[in-house]
């Protein structure tokens, strides 16, 4: 059985930098194919992509937010790691992260972040 | 990227048929077999329901099915029920990038 779930502070203050860590189980990210994704979804709106890191380290980053994010996987310890800089309450939302083929999933059970002072 | 149009809302009464659209350009829709479509219902995560346009994972009703036509895809609920009560969303890949849909609400009438 393959679960996701995500962590980190669930407050953040403007102009913060935010780092979330998705730990997983029931799949390595050192095998061929594997890739692991975050998604957000500010309230009552739609899931906007964010980015996605491949088994080899592969990297892929939303064009319009790609100068804020980084992503980074951690194989032994079976985690990926998503860093935000620069956080504006526009970016309140629940961030999720997720399985990916061409496809997402299963999908964690998210982590509504707040951007306030 | 630019997010997939989808109606804001459908509704139907149960043991009817819906069809929400998911409309794209050449790049997107057009350009890959590579639609998904998700269901979420309130205060949950997305679930996964179609997957390349028209798969069903295993575990999800066959009364949901998948097309494509063009730029546009498209998700049918048969015989609708009171669970399916839910927002959809789609998500199509677009080269390096992945697009979502702008959701849809259906209401089970």
Known sequence: ?117 | QSALTQPASVSGSPGQSITISCTGTSSDVGGYNYVSWYQQHPGKAPKLMIYDVSNRPSGVSNRFSGSWSGTTASLTISGLQTEDEADYYCSSYIGSSISFGTGTKVTVL
């Open chain 1, 1 to 117: 059985q393959i679960t996701l779930k995500e962590s980190g502070p669930t407050l953040v203050k403007p102009t913060q930098t935010l780092t979330l860590t998705c730990t997983f189980s029931g799949f390595s990210l050192s095998t061929s194919g594997v890739s692991v994704g975050w998604i957000r979804q500010p309230p009552g709106k739609a899931p906007e992509w964010l980015a996605l890191i491949y088994w080899d380290d592969d990297k892929r980053y939303s064009p319009s937010l790609k100068n804020r994010l980084t992503i980074t996987k951690d194989t032994s310890k079976n985690q990926v790691v998503l860093t935000m800089t620069n956080m504006d309450p526009v970016d309140t939302a629940t961030y999720y992260c997720a399985q990916r083929e061409r496809w997402f999933d299963p999908w964690g059970q998210g982590i509504l972040v707040t951007v306030s002072s």
